[in-house]
């Protein structure tokens, strides 16, 4: 039986970490793609050269050409700016929708039936993009955040309480960014729940490290941002949906009702298997935790308006979004809005962040 396939688009540090990741567990053959000539296509031959040593006989191909990504199963977006310090994940937000889009157009085009994976940020608004630009059934878009975060969190409590990370389970809604939505109720140490482990002093201090995490270490590198942990973040979701695992993960999905939410992504616990999400996992929540979700959902809804915006200046074709949530959150009529035609970007390598 042929191996399943995974295109990987930016080879960059999140990209090519993710292929070398997925080549080397031999779950899939890769495909590498990135806009630069000749760097996809030599670290693809570098990681085959790795092949021999590490013991498999998957395949991986470097290209800048979508024809040879056709049929892929699962295609992962990482193509676009990283974070330098300083800049926020908005910031980033015009620049990395244009090469989104016109990612997902010719990826798209080749494989039609593919799961998208999205980790470009700013994430939650890059879904609505690859959402629109692919005409895809949302259960087929899922965005790489909740993985990450949770990660982050785990790590944490971990170090915090001296215990193995294996034994830690960590729960993390919301949009990806600064109003993320930790859930110390539902993080546990081998099924107790941090909140009987730790003072609440010591949680707070756990929850706000783990929002600023990306942060921290943007501020450490000076140039570019994480990607071991976001790299081994997206393996595991691409291992859930190729070997149908069913496993429950936290990902940025498309809401149509779920948490009294509609028509955003927004980070939810989620079960992936082949079909991408096949149920979205509904938690009861406090009204504490119930008034953070829904202000972190209304982050992402301005995020969308304001990608819009962005785009109607510039005069461009139009994607559906979800207004900002009220209180009640109860859904309003899409407005109509815009975000960038597809457009190349020159070739060169941009600037990591
Ligand atoms: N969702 C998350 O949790 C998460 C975590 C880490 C990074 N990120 C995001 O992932 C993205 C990639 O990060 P990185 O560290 O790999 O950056 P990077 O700069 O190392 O790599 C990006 C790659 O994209 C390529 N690229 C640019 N335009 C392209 C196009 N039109 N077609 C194909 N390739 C193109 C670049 O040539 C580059 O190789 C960034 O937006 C970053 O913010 C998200």
Redesign the pocket.
């Given at each position: 039986m042929p191996r399943p396939l995974v295109t990987v688009?930016?080879?960059?540090?999140?990209?090519?970490?993710t292929a070398q990741r997925i080549f080397e567990a031999a779950i899939a053959d890769v495909v590498l793609?990135?806009?630069?000539e000749g760097?996809?296509q030599g670290k693809a031959l570098d990681l085959a050269q790795a092949a021999p040593v590490v013991g498999h006989d998957a395949k991986i191909t470097g290209t800048?050409d979508y024809a040879d990504t056709a049929g892929s199963d699962i295609v992962v977006v990482?193509?676009?700016?990283?974070?330098q310090p300083g800049m926020s994940?908005d910031d980033?937000m015009a620049k990395?929708a244009s090469?989104v889009r016109?990612?997902v157009q010719q990826a798209a085009a080749h494989s039609p039936d593919a799961i998208l994976i999205?980790?470009?940020?700013?994430?939650d608004a890059?879904c609505h993009v690859a959402l629109e630009t692919s005409a895809f059934p949302p259960q087929r878009v899922i965005?790489?955040?909740g993985v990450?975060?949770s990660a982050r969190f785990r790590t944490f409590i971990a170090r915090e309480l001296g215990v193995s990370v294996t034994d830690t389970h960590a729960f993390v809604l919301g949009g990806?960014g600064d109003t993320m939505v930790p859930l110390p109720r539902y993080s546990t140490v081998a099924g107790v729940p941090i909140t009987e482990l730790m003072d609440p002093e010591q949680i707070e201090r756990l929850v706000d490290r783990t929002r600023n995490g990306?942060a921290e270490i943007v501020s450490m590198l000076k140039s570019?941002?994480?990607?071991y942990?976001?790299a081994a973040?997206v393996f595991q979701m691409v291992d859930a949906v190729l070997s149908d695992r069913k496993r429950i993960l936290p990902c940025a999905v498309y809401l149509q009702g779920e948490y009294d939410v509609d028509g955003l992504f927004v980070g939810v616990p989620v079960k992936l298997g082949r079909g991408g999400v096949e149920e979205v996992i509904q938690i009861d929540l406090t009204e504490e935790e119930r008034s953070a979700f829904l202000a972190s959902a209304d982050s992402v809804s301005e995020l969308v308006q304001k990608l819009a915006e962005q785009a109607a200046e510039l005069g461009l074709s139009s994607v559906e979004v979800a207004p900002a949530s009220g209180g009640a959150m109860t859904a309003e009529e899409p407005a109509p809005a815009a975000i960038p035609e597809s457009?190349?970007?020159p070739a060169?390598?941009?600037?990591?962040?």
């Amino acid at each position: 039986m042929p191996r399943p396939l995974v295109t990987v688009v930016g080879a960059g540090n999140v990209g090519a970490t993710t292929a070398q990741r997925i080549f080397e567990a031999a779950i899939a053959d890769v495909v590498l793609l990135d806009i630069v000539e000749g760097m996809p296509q030599g670290k693809a031959l570098d990681l085959a050269q790795a092949a021999p040593v590490v013991g498999h006989d998957a395949k991986i191909t470097g290209t800048n050409d979508y024809a040879d990504t056709a049929g892929s199963d699962i295609v992962v977006v990482t193509s676009g700016l990283a974070r330098q310090p300083g800049m926020s994940r908005d910031d980033l937000m015009a620049k990395n929708a244009s090469i989104v889009r016109s990612v997902v157009q010719q990826a798209a085009a080749h494989s039609p039936d593919a799961i998208l994976i999205v980790v470009t940020n700013p994430l939650d608004a890059m879904c609505h993009v690859a959402l629109e630009t692919s005409a895809f059934p949302p259960q087929r878009v899922i965005g790489m955040a909740g993985v990450l975060d949770s990660a982050r969190f785990r790590t944490f409590i971990a170090r915090e309480l001296g215990v193995s990370v294996t034994d830690t389970h960590a729960f993390v809604l919301g949009g990806h960014g600064d109003t993320m939505v930790p859930l110390p109720r539902y993080s546990t140490v081998a099924g107790v729940p941090i909140t009987e482990l730790m003072d609440p002093e010591q949680i707070e201090r756990l929850v706000d490290r783990t929002r600023n995490g990306g942060a921290e270490i943007v501020s450490m590198l000076k140039s570019g941002s994480a990607f071991y942990a976001p790299a081994a973040s997206v393996f595991q979701m691409v291992d859930a949906v190729l070997s149908d695992r069913k496993r429950i993960l936290p990902c940025a999905v498309y809401l149509q009702g779920e948490y009294d939410v509609d028509g955003l992504f927004v980070g939810v616990p989620v079960k992936l298997g082949r079909g991408g999400v096949e149920e979205v996992i509904q938690i009861d929540l406090t009204e504490e935790e119930r008034s953070a979700f829904l202000a972190s959902a209304d982050s992402v809804s301005e995020l969308v308006q304001k990608l819009a915006e962005q785009a109607a200046e510039l005069g461009l074709s139009s994607v559906e979004v979800a207004p900002a949530s009220g209180g009640a959150m109860t859904a309003e009529e899409p407005a109509p809005a815009a975000i960038p035609e597809s457009a190349q970007q020159p070739a060169g390598r941009p600037a990591a962040g």
